[in-house]
Structures are given as structure tokens and as C-alpha cells.
């Protein structure tokens, strides 16, 4: 296992999920529901959703180098410019309720049902989908990649549930959003070196 590779994707989809949707959506499930069924709930729906991700991203590191690491910089250029906008609109009154809204009031496993289709729903061709699928086509290290994303956002989802609404309190949405642009902008330019090189 490449760890240089499963700590990059880890601090990358960290910081690119903190700011989410997913973040907010899972919070507000943590408030209708026990919050560790929720936790367990989203883990499995991220699971998943990382799986495909690397999967695909598998896929296309067979593709040539160049074409890869070409498609990888659009991506991770594509990321860096959305979360550069939604930090300069202030997307604060992003709540997550629209996601949450979908979930019935349930008890015992059904929460964690309704806490894995809501999230599974919601992380389709998501930012950190894109950028998990990017870093295997990039790395071709599909298991470190696997390793640092879904810890990176079970890390996320637990720190939603536990203290979601008091870390908004002490950081700004948008700083996380420009954060994460900047890891995008990052990984862009070591693209190009590599490409050039």
C-alpha cells in the first residue's frame, strides 16, 4: 500500500467534502436520527460510492498516460473553479435540508437505511467522487486511494454528526470551499509538472 498516496487523497477529499452538501446533509439526518445510525448508515453509502469511484478511476488509468493525467488536470481544474464560486457566493445557506427532507421518520436499521439512500442519492458525480476517481487514474494505486477517501469522508460524516453545528460555528463554509480549491489547483499543477517532465 502506497501511504504517500492514501495521506494525499486523504487531506484532499477531506478538505473538498467538509464543505459539502453531504457534510450538511449528514448533520441533519444526525438530528432527526440517532446520530450513529446515521454514521453507520452514511459509511455504508460511502462505501459504495468510493468503490465506484475507484473503480472507474481504475478504468480509465488504462487509458494512455498522457490522456489520463490530461483529463485528470480538467478535472481537478473543473473542482478547483466550483469550489472557488460556492465559496464566493457564501453557500451558508446551503442547509442540507433538501436531502434530509427525504428521509421518514424511522427507527432502529430503517435509519440507517434512510441515512445510506438519502447520502447515496446525494453523492452521485460528486465533487469527491470526481476527485477519488481522478487520484486512481492519476496514482494507479486503487487500494491506497480506496483506503484514504473513505477514511477521509467517514471522518467527515463523523464529525457531522458529533459536532457539526458547533464547528460551523468557528469555520466559515466558504474558507473550507476556498481550502479545498486550492488542494484542486495543487493537484492540477503537479499534473502539468508531470505531464511536461
Keep these: 500500500m502506497d501511504l504517500a498516496a492514501v495521506a494525499l487523497t486523504f487531506g484532499a477529499i477531506f478538505l473538498v467534502e467538509l464543505p459539502d452538501k453531504t457534510f ?10 440517532r446520530p450513529i445510525l446515521v454514521w453507520i448508515g452514511v459509511g455504508l453509502a460511502f462505501t459504495v460510492q ?13 487509458l494512455p498516460a498522457d490522456v489520463v493525467k490530461i483529463a485528470a488536470i480538467v478535472l481537478f481544474l ?3 473553479v466550483v469550489l472557488f464560486r460556492e ?13 434530509a427532507e427525504k428521509a421518514k421518520p424511522v427507527t432502529g436499521w430503517r435509519a440507517v437505511l434512510a441515512s445510506f439512500l438519502v447520502l447515496f442519492a446525494a453523492e452521485w458525480g460528486d465533487l469527491s467522487q470526481l476527485l477519488t476517481l481522478s487520484l486512481v487514474a492519476k496514482y494507479e ?12 469522508l467517514l471522518t467527515v460524516s463523523a464529525l457531522a454528526v458529533v459536532v457539526g453545528r458547533s464547528l460551523l460555528r468557528f469555520v466559515s463554509i466558504h ?9 484542486c489547483v495543487l493537484l492540477a499543477t503537479l499534473t502539468v509538472v508531470e505531464l511536461v517532465s
Design 141 to 152: 494505486a486503487p487500494l491506497s486511494v480506496f483506503v484514504g477517501a473513505l477514511a477521509a
Design 24 to 33: 450538511l446533509a449528514t448533520l441533519v439526518l444526525a438530528t432527526k436520527y
Design 78 to 80: 473543473v473542482g478547483a
Design 87 to 99: 465559496g464566493r457566493s457564501h453557500q451558508e445557506a446551503a442547509s442540507g435540508e433538501e436531502f
Design 50 to 62: 468510493t468503490g465506484v469511484a475507484v473503480a472507474l478511476g481504475h478504468a480509465a488509468s488504462l
Design 175 to 183: 474558507v473550507l470551499h476556498f481550502l479545498g480549491a486550492g488542494v
